[in-house]
C-alpha cells in the first residue's frame, strides 16, 4: 500500500453509506476503492469497511467506509453505524422515486442521530441508465425521444433488443442496457432542490460508468474541517488523555496490535 | 422496503441481542450458517444494552422501578449523547472476550481505554489500589514488611500455586481469613486484597477461585497498560455487542429489532417454528440460541426459577467525585509532573454493617458515556431480596457525589443457569449469575457465546474452529 504521507496531513475520516437497498451504494463503493463495477453484486456481505484515501491539494483524507451490511432493511442500524462518522452519503436511484424518498429519511434519521457537523452527500446514482446527462435530465419523467438530440446509443430500447442488435458505436455508458430516458423517476432539479434546502452536498452519478464518483469523494473530502475528530475514540475534552498519551491521541487502546482497513489507494 | 424476510428457512435463529447472542451470531454467520437476530426491544444489546438518558428513563419505568425519574430540563437538550450502560464491567486486558475481540476483528468497530483507576473505600476514607508490582514498592502508606508479605501472595497468585503446600487443602476456606491468618497481612490490607485485588463479593468466598482471579489480574497487568482492566467506549458491553451484531450483518446474517421481531407461536421439536410480524409465512430454523429467561415465557414454560438480583444506581455528576482527586486520595505516589485527573475509575466499598460489597464505576467524558465535563456513575450490588435499591445505595452516592444532577435507580434480576427444553434444537445461554459483575462479567459471555457456537458446530476436526481465519483471508489482514 503507497503510504507517501511524510509531512502532508493525514485525517482519518468514517464516513457511512445510507440508502435503500439496492440503490447501489455498495457498487459506489466499489467503484471508489477498486475502480471496479459488478452487474451481480449480492447484497452486501464481506467487509468490516473499505479504506481510500483522497489527496487534496494541501492534505490528504483517508475515508473508512462503512456500508450497512444490511442491517437498515429493517430498521435496525445500530447507534454504532452513526458513531463519529465525519461524513455520510445517502444514495436513492434516479430511475426509481420511491428510493429518494427513502433517502429522505434517511438524512433526518442522520440528523437526529449523527454528529451535528457531519458532512452529507445525496447521490442519484444510475445515471448511465438515463440518456442526457446535461440540459434534458431537468425534465421530468418520460420524455418523448424525439426530441433528444440525435444519439443512437442511448436510444436503444429493450434489452431483449439490445441483445439481438450490437449497439451502434459506443458512448461509455450505455451500451447492454435500457437507457431510454423514460427511466428516470427524479428530476435532477428536484433532488437538487431539496439538497440546497437541507444543506447536503448533491450529485448525480454512476457507479457502473464511474461518472462523478470519484468527484463526490473529493468534494466531501474538501468539506471536512482539518481538525476533524480523527479515531471513533476521539473524545472531545481534556479527560481521559492519560491513557491517549501513550497510544496517541485518545485513539484508546489497540487491542490487536495491528493495522486496520482492507485496502490502500488514491483518488 | 423489505417484503419480509428473504427466506423462510434459516440454519440458526438467534434471539436477543445480548453480548452472548451477538458474539454466537457472528461467529456462526462468519462460519457460513444462515442467521437470522431477532430481538423485541428497539435497542441493541438485551440485558446488557447502552441506553441514551431517555431511553434509560423509559427502561427504569418499564421494568417497574419504585422510584422513576423525569428528564431533567437541562439535560434535554443532550439526552442522546450518554451512552448508560446497564451492565456495567471492566474488561480483564486478558480473557475470552479480548481474544474473541481479536479474531473476529471486531475490535476493529469498537474502543477501549485502560482503567484509569482502582480505589477502595474504608471507614478513614479512599485509597488508590497499586496496579502493579511497581506501585505497590512506590506505595509509601504500606510498609516494607507488609510489602514483602503482599508480594509474597502475589507470587504464590502468580505461580504455580495449585501445588503449593501453604494452599492445599485449602482451597474452600476463605480468602479474607487465608490473608490475615497465613499471610499475615493487617486487616486492612487483606481487605484491600480480597476485594480489589481478588474481587471477592464477600468475606467467606473461597481461596481457589480467589487465586485465580488474582492470577489473571496479575497476568492482565501491563499487557496494554500500566492497569489490569479497560473500559469500553459508549457504555461498554452495549457497544460491543453491538460490534458483533455488525459483524454478523457483515457475513449475510439478518436483524430484525422492535415489534416486528416478536416473536409468537414458537414450536420446538425436531426444528424451531414461529411467526414473526415482519414476515408474511411462518419461519422454520434448524436450531434456535437464547437466554431462557427470553425463552421459557414463548415456550410457555415456566422458566428459570433462581434469580440473582442486582440493586442499580445510574448517576450523572457534573465533576470528579472529590474522594477521586488525585490530590486528594491517600497513597498518592508523589507524581509532580501536572496532575492528570482520571477520568475512568473502579471504587469498592468492601462490606460492612452487613451490606453487601459495593461497587462503583465512573465514566468520564473520555469514555465517550457521556457530554464534556461530565461523569457517570454505577453503582451496584447483589442482593438477596428485591428490597429498596434507593435505600441501600444512595448513601454510597451521596458519599461520592452529594448532588449528583441526574440519578435513577432499578433492580436487576438474572436467571441462574438453568436449561429450557429438552429439544437438542435449542441451545440456550446462561446469563451471568454471579456477582463479580465489574470484572468477570464480560468474559463470561464471551465464553456463553463460543460454548453456542460449539453446541451448533461440534468441535470435530475439521470443523471451522470458533472464528477461525480462512487462509486468504489471514493474507488480506496484512495491511
Ligand atoms: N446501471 C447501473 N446499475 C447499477 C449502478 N450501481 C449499481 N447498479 C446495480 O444495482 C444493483 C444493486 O447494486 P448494489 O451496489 O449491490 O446496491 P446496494 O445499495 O449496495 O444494495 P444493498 O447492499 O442490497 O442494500 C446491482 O445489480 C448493481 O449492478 C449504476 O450506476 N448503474
Ligand atoms: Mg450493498
Known amino acids: 500500500m503507497s503510504n507517501e504521507d511524510g509531512p502532508v496531513k493525514a485525517t482519518q475520516v468514517k464516513l457511512v453509506l445510507l440508502g435503500e437497498a439496492a440503490v447501489g451504494k455498495s457498487s459506489l463503493v466499489m467503484r471508489f476503492c477498486s475502480n471496479d463495477f459488478n452487474e451481480n453484486t449480492s447484497p452486501t456481505i464481506g467487509a468490516a469497511f473499505l479504506t481510500q484515501k483522497c489527496r487534496l491539494e494541501n492534505r490528504i483524507v483517508k475515508f473508512e467506509i462503512w456500508d450497512t451490511a444490511g442491517q437498515e432493511r429493517f430498521h435496525s442500524l445500530a447507534p454504532m453505524y452513526y458513531r463519529n462518522a465525519a461524513a455520510a452519503v445517502v444514495v436513492y436511484d434516479i430511475t426509481k422515486a420511491s428510493s429518494l424518498e427513502k433517502a429522505k429519511a434517511w438524512v433526518k434519521e442522520l440528523q437526529r442521530q449523527a454528529n451535528p457537523n457531519i458532512v452529507i452527500a445525496l447521490v442519484g446514482n444510475k445515471l448511465d441508465l438515463v440518456s442526457d446527462e446535461s440540459g434534458a435530465s431537468v425534465a421530468p419523467k418520460s420524455k418523448p425521444a424525439a426530441e433528444e438530440p440525435a444519439n443512437e446509443a442511448e436510444e436503444s430500447e429493450t434489452d431483449a433488443e439490445d441483445d439481438a442488435t450490437p449497439p451502434p458505436p459506443a458512448t461509455t455508458a450505455a451500451a447492454g442496457d435500457d437507457s431510454s430516458d423514460s427511466l ?25 460508468t464511474g461518472a462523478n464518483v470519484s468527484e463526490l469523494f473529493t468534494e466531501i473530502a474538501k468539506n471536512i474541517p482539518d481538525e476533524t475528530p480523527t479515531k471513533p475514540a476521539a473524545a472531545q475534552g481534556q479527560a481521559g488523555r492519560r491513557n491517549g498519551a501513550r497510544q496517541g491521541a485518545d485513539s484508546g487502546v489497540d487491542l490487536g496490535e495491528r493495522q486496520q482497513g482492507k485496502k490502500g489507494g488514491c483518488c | 422496503m423489505a417484503q419480509g424476510l428473504d427466506s423462510d428457512e434459516y440454519d440458526v435463529v438467534v434471539l436477543g441481542t445480548g453480548l452472548a447472542e451477538s458474539i454466537a451470531a457472528a461467529a456462526l454467520a462468519k462460519a457460513g450458517k444462515s442467521v437470522l437476530h431477532l430481538d423485541p426491544n428497539e435497542y441493541y444489546g438485551s440485558a446488557q444494552a447502552s441506553l441514551t438518558l431517555d431511553e434509560l428513563i423509559e427502561y427504569v419505568k418499564v421494568c417497574g422501578s419504585t422510584h422513576p425519574v423525569e428528564l431533567p430540563e437541562k439535560l434535554e437538550k443532550d439526552r442522546r449523547r450518554y451512552a448508560l450502560s446497564l451492565f456495567p464491567a471492566v474488561l480483564p486486558s486478558r480473557g475470552a472476550l479480548i481474544e474473541t475481540l481479536i479474531a473476529s476483528d471486531v475490535s476493529k468497530y469498537v474502543s477501549f481505554k485502560m482503567l484509569d483507576s482502582v480505589i477502595v ?11 502493579s508490582k511497581e506501585q505497590i514498592f512506590r506505595d509509601q502508606s504500606v510498609s516494607l514488611m507488609e510489602k514483602r508479605k503482599l508480594m509474597r501472595f502475589l507470587m504464590l497468585s502468580a505461580g504455580d500455586h495449585e501445588s503449593s503446600e501453604l494452599i ?24 484491600t486484597v480480597t476485594y480489589a485485588i481478588a474481587h471477592c463479593s464477600g468475606p467467606s468466598d473461597p481461596l481457589g477461585p480467589a487465586i485465580k482471579r488474582t492470577q489473571r489480574y496479575l497476568q492482565s497487568v501491563g499487557r496494554y497498560g500500566s492497569g489490569a482492566f479497560l473500559v469500553g467506549q459508549y457504555g461498554g458491553a452495549g457497544e460491543v455487542a453491538q460490534g458483533f451484531c455488525r459483524a454478523c450483518a457483515v457475513y449475510g446474517g439478518t436483524y430484525v429489532l422492535g415489534p416486528s421481531a416478536r416473536m409468537t407461536d414458537l414450536h420446538v421439536d425436531d426444528k424451531v417454528t414461529f411467526s414473526i410480524p415482519c414476515h408474511p409465512r411462518p419461519v422454520i430454523a434448524k436450531r434456535i440460541i437464547s437466554a431462557p429467561d427470553l425463552l421459557a415465557p414463548l415456550l410457555k414454560e415456566p422458566g428459570p426459577s433462581e434469580r440473582v438480583l442486582g440493586a442499580h444506581c445510574i448517576a450523572i455528576l457534573s465533576s470528579l467525585p472529590a ?17 492528570e485527573q482520571d477520568d475512568t475509575a473502579m471504587i469498592i466499598f468492601p462490606p460492612v454493617d452487613g451490606k453487601p460489597v459495593v461497587r462503583g464505576l465512573l465514566m468520564g467524558e473520555g469514555t465517550g458515556s457521556c457530554p464534556a465535563g461530565q461523569y457517570v456513575l454505577y453503582i451496584s450490588a447483589t442482593v438477596t431480596e428485591p428490597s429498596d435499591s434507593e435505600e441501600l445505595l444512595r448513601p454510597y452516592l451521596r458519599r461520592l457525589a452529594p448532588e449528583p444532577i441526574f440519578e435513577s ?30 470484572t468477570e462479567a464480560l468474559d463470561w459471555e464471551a465464553e456463553q457465546g463460543r460454548a453456542a457456537y460449539e453446541a451448533i458446530m461440534g468441535t470435530s476436526e475439521g470443523v471451522r474452529g470458533f472464528f477461525e481465519k480462512t487462509e486468504g483471508e489471514t493474507e488480506e489482514e496484512t495491511v
Open chain 1, 184 to 208: 428516470r423517476q427524479v428530476s435532477k432539479e428536484e433532488a437538487d432542490e431539496y439538497a440546497k434546502e437541507a444543506k447536503l452536498l448533491f450529485f448525480e452519478a454512476s457507479a457502473k
Open chain 2, 121 to 131: 473505600a474504608s471507614s478513614g476514607g479512599f485509597r488508590r489500589v497499586p496496579g
Open chain 2, 168 to 191: 492445599q487443602g485449602k482451597e474452600n476456606d476463605a480468602l479474607l481469613d487465608f490473608l490475615t491468618e497465613s499471610i499475615k497481612l493487617p486487616p486492612d490490607l487483606a481487605s
Open chain 2, 323 to 339: 474522594a477521586l482527586a488525585k490530590d486528594r486520595a491517600l497513597g498518592e505516589e508523589n507524581d509532580n509532573e501536572g496532575i
Open chain 2, 409 to 438: 435507580y432499578h433492580v436487576s434480576e438474572t436467571a441462574k443457569p438453568s436449561s429450557v427444553a429438552g429439544s437438542s434444537c435449542v441451545v440456550g445461554l446462561s446469563p451471568y449469575g454471579d456477582n463479580q459483575l465489574e
